[in-house]
């Protein structure tokens, strides 16, 4: 009998994304000053959001050479680091800006709580029934 299910695996890979996204973005804060530096972003929202709306299948392919069919794995989604490279030719190059940086920290950390807030939540109602409701 299994006693986990699909949300504490995507509450999983979404705490584990968006401290990923956390080193990314203070690796931003953290080169603000240096000249050429491009800023990185760390995609994964939309790979998580197709993995939850179409779970994966056990359809596994008769010859490896046939393309998956199955829906979003979530062990697959490890996220992807996008440049943003300065094209204008002004200034130092460098991209970063810490306004926006600052935000996306913000926001990060605030996705982060609630994420764990909820993780919280389903496992206090899984302790409660293995407990019996005491």
Do not use: W
């Not at 609630?114 to 029934?129: D, F, G, I, N």
């Amino acid at each position: 009998m299994k006693i986990t299910d699909h949300t504490l695996a995507v509450l999983e890979k979404s705490l584990d994304l968006r401290a990923r996204n956390q080193q990314v973005i203070a690796g931003n804060m953290a080169n603000v000053d240096t000249p050429g530096f491009s800023a990185r972003k760390l995609s994964f929202e939309e790979d998580l959001r197709q993995a939850i709306n179409k779970p994966q299948t056990n359809n596994k392919p008769t010859n490896p050479r046939h393309i998956p069919v199955n829906g979003g794995s979530l062990e697959q989604i490890q996220g992807r680091v996008i440049r943003n490279v300065d094209t204008s030719g002004v200034g130092d190059g460098n991209t970063v800006s810490l306004d926006e940086e600052m935000f996306s920290l913000a926001e990060n950390q605030l996705l982060y709580e609630a994420s764990t807030q909820v993780l919280k939540k389903k496992l206090t109602l899984l302790k409660y029934a293995v407990s019996d409701g005491r």
